[in-house]
Nanobody, 122 residues
Framework: QVQLVESGGGLVQPGGSLRLSCLASGSIASINVMGWYRQPPGKQRELVASITYGGRTDYADSVKGRFTISRDNARNTVYLQMNSLNVEDTAVYYC????????????????WGQGTQVTVSS
């Protein structure tokens, strides 16, 4: 009964900004790591950014200085603020939750959202 729902994608011009959100719903006690992956057309899926429960972050080199990942543990929500977007950022962005402890005590290793399209184009 855990689901991840992304929102905030859309069409933006080069140099613009978008903020993605991902809400994890269900009988969740805690989530270890939440992250954002993306898959450009015809390319492999890649890690964009991740953040631990305690707030430690990691970024792909291609987005360092432009993207900021954050999370609200109380709301089981992770965000990705994307600034200075360029055409190479065009992709389907997927939310990931790794290491989910359910209120039942069951530990789930991995969940994925459905993805949200980000298109950077003039």
């Amino acid at each position: 009964q855990v689901q991840l729902v992304e929102s905030g994608g859309g069409l933006v011009q080069p140099g613009g900004s978008l903020r993605l959100s991902c809400l994890a719903s269900g009988s969740i006690a805690s989530i270890n790591v939440m992250g954002w992956y993306r898959q450009p057309p015809g390319k492999q899926r890649e890690l964009v950014a991740s953040i631990t429960y305690g707030g430690r972050t990691d970024y792909a080199d291609s987005v360092k200085g432009r993207f900021t990942i954050s999370r609200d543990n109380a709301r089981n929500t992770v965000y990705l603020q994307m600034n200075s977007l360029n055409v190479e950022d065009t992709a389907v962005y997927y939310c990931n939750a790794n290491g989910i402890l359910l209120t039942s005590g069951k530990y789930e290793y991995d969940y994925w959202g459905q993805g949200t399209q980000v298109t950077v184009s003039s």
